[in-house]
């Protein structure tokens, strides 16, 4: 058996989970956005650790699609099913709870998550095409950064998402 790095395995498995998925736009399909906050983290936030570019690909195939908890941990371990999990909304909840019970989940996990948090607010922010929907995200980001306050390990990729709010913050 070829002996493919775990990063090469997750994007395989994330490429067939979401295949027929379409961003917002109708026109991109949903992959290329884990694909860009796997990059993000990885070119962008500084990181290499495998298991959290091999979430970072596959942060959203629980959320969005069939796959589950038990699929994760028996194909790419604890650690990665774990950082993918505390990237998942409970959508059985309402959105006045799930979004307050998202983030303590986040704040609660492993730090690789809030990365991968600020990573994928950092892809959405760039992707936006309307003012309205920047608007939105510039939220959703700041909820990020405030989840992410305080731990050095994520200083470098705060900064980077603050500057682009900022950026974003220019073009209005």
């Not at 395989?12 to 956005?33: E, K, L």
């Not at 959508?91 to 006045?96: G, T």
Request: glycine share 4%; proline share 2%; net charge negative.
């Amino acid at each position: 058996m070829l002996d493919t790095a775990l990063w090469q395995q997750a994007s395989a498995f994330a490429a067939r989970a979401h295949r027929h998925q379409m961003r917002r736009d109708g026109r991109t399909p949903y992959y290329s956005h884990c694909v860009r906050v796997a990059m993000t983290v990885a070119l962008k936030f500084g990181c290499t650790d495998d298991k959290v570019l091999a979430a970072a690909l596959l942060h959203d195939v629980i959320e969005d699609t069939d796959t589950d908890y038990d699929d994760l941990l028996k194909r790419f371990g604890p650690e990665v099913a774990d950082l993918v999990a505390a990237m998942t909304k409970d959508m059985r909840l309402v959105e006045s709870e799930r979004e307050p019970a998202y983030d303590a989940q986040l704040a609660d996990g492993p730090w690789g998550a809030r990365l991968i948090k600020l990573a994928d607010v950092y892809d959405n922010l760039s992707d936006a095409e309307t003012e309205a929907v920047r608007t939105k995200l510039v939220g959703k980001a700041q909820r990020a950064l405030q989840l992410a306050d305080g731990d050095e390990r994520l200083a470098k990729a705060c900064q980077i998402v603050n500057e682009l709010i900022s950026a974003v913050g220019a073009k209005k």
